[in-house]
């Protein structure tokens, strides 16, 4: 008797609308509000709530194409797939890089957030380095990761509902000061704020990493479209009334001068007992950020490792788990790796080139697949179109370009961003070269 052949496990589709929403919503209401509307506003002035707009404008243009081509092409490997289909496999390949790049080094500087948070927190009770807070998040949410993907959404859920519990606290505290300043300050004129909208943007980060869900969550085709543009709603409505709030109760100049803003905010008008509040609030937002990040490039290598012989293993699925367990420890290694190393800034800095680059790429792919593949299935499909041609595809790839440009003054961080992805075209034409063999 012949022995029919084992089937090779699957990843298991267990998310909807709602867990799918709030993955997008929980990657994206991470540590950068917290972090970064003080040096934000330092820049905007008053008027930072119109640089969460503009960010938020780039974000919906880059949003409406993931939205498409996730319908037709729902697949964990996300941008890599898009890519491949609209350029080809090198093209695909480099942004599958770029994005694990961004991934794994996000994760360990928000990390190093949580380690921050927790070395704080329990800074009378016992000394516990930073870096080493980093390694204990990035290990504990690499188990979850590991463990199944209803486990990591279910704690997803409930530390979204609480940073964005947080969030909302800021927005009521700031009722009663509406009208205290004028909102269309520029304390840089508007240069100022389109400077301010491109720092922003990565407190938007993570909208496009649903897209990676696909396999896991049911009818993928329908409700990852709806799931990315509300993600980016909902996150919209609470930055800009979270920045209007802030700016009425401290002003831009105190916001911009404070190392903790939120809790700064929140200490002017409940006392230093909000403080902490805050504090814990942030560290339930990075541990879910790092958790999110870490599942979604975990997912993309899955998806990539299914392309190529020499890493093919990436592509293995733990038999009772049914996660891509290999990727999560892969993830988790170089995470920790980066997370050593300490100040990462310029290395993050590089990570906003590689998404500002990765959105062009994306932008393009949707108006060349008009062109390219006009009777593939579209459940989703962004309107205003001029034959092929998408006219909003092709303004979200002007103003990221934009924004690109304003990514950083450090010309290290453009120097990083060429080596980034030489090194990616390179290691394409190896893995290549093993595939023919």
Not at 65 to 81: C, F, I, N, T, W
Request: charged share 15%; proline share 2%; glycine share 10%.
């Amino acid at each position: 008797m012949f022995r029919r052949k084992a089937k090779k496990p699957k990843l298991k589709r267990e998310l909807g609308i709602l867990e799918a929403t709030f993955a997008g919503t929980g990657i994206i209401l991470g540590a950068g509000i917290y972090a970064l509307i003080g040096e934000a506003a330092g820049i905007a002035g008053n008027s930072v709530w119109v640089s969460f707009l503009i960010a938020a404008l780039v974000a919906a243009l880059t949003g409406l194409s993931y939205a498409e081509l996730s319908s037709m092409y729902p697949k964990d490997s996300g941008e890599a797939e898009y890519a491949e289909k609209a350029y080809n496999k090198r093209i695909g390949f480099l942004l599958a890089w770029l994005i694990i790049f961004e991934g794994v080094v996000s994760a360990a500087a928000v990390a190093l957030g949580f380690g921050g948070y927790l070395a704080g927190l329990i800074s009378n009770y016992v000394s516990l380095p930073i870096v080493m807070g980093a390694i204990i998040c990035i290990v504990l949410f690499s188990f979850m990761n590991f463990w199944g993907i209803k486990e990591s959404s279910q704690f997803n859920i409930v530390s979204t509902l609480i940073e964005g519990g947080g969030l909302i606290l800021i927005t009521i505290l700031g009722i009663s000061y509406f009208g205290n300043v004028d909102y269309f300050e520029m304390a840089n004129g508007f240069g100022g704020v389109v400077s301010s909208a491109a720092l922003i943007f990565f407190a938007f980060i993570g909208f496009e990493a649903i897209v990676k869900l696909s396999e896991e969550t049911k009818n993928a085709a329908k409700i990852i479209p709806r799931a990315l543009m509300y993600s980016i709603g909902i996150s919209t409505v609470l930055y800009v009334l979270v920045a209007i709030s802030s700016v009425s109760i401290l002003g831009w100049q105190a916001l911009a001068a404070s190392s903790a803003p939120l809790a700064d905010v929140a200490a002017a008008v409940l006392g230093s007992k909000a403080f902490l509040l805050l504090a814990v609030i942030a560290l339930f937002s990075t541990a879910n950020t790092v958790l999110m990040i870490l599942v979604t490039t975990a997912r993309m290598l899955y998806g990539i490792g299914g392309k190529f012989k020499k890493i093919k293993f990436m592509s293995v699925i733990h038999k009772k788990r049914r996660t891509p367990y290999l990727a999560v420890i892969f993830c988790m290694i170089v995470a920790i790796a980066f997370a050593c190393i300490g100040d990462i800034k310029i290395v993050a800095e590089v990570t906003n080139f590689a998404i500002f680059s990765t959105f062009i790429l994306i932008n393009g792919a949707l108006i060349l697949l008009r062109k390219k593949a006009p009777k593939q299935k579209r459940p989703f499909k962004v309107p205003f179109s001029v034959g092929w041609f998408n006219v909003p595809a092709f303004v979200g790839i002007l103003v990221t370009t934009g924004l690109l440009l304003y990514v950083s003054r450090d010309l290290r961080v453009y120097i990083g961003g060429g080596v980034l992805i030489l090194m990616g075209l390179i290691t394409y034409t190896f893995l290549e070269n093993k595939n023919s063999k």
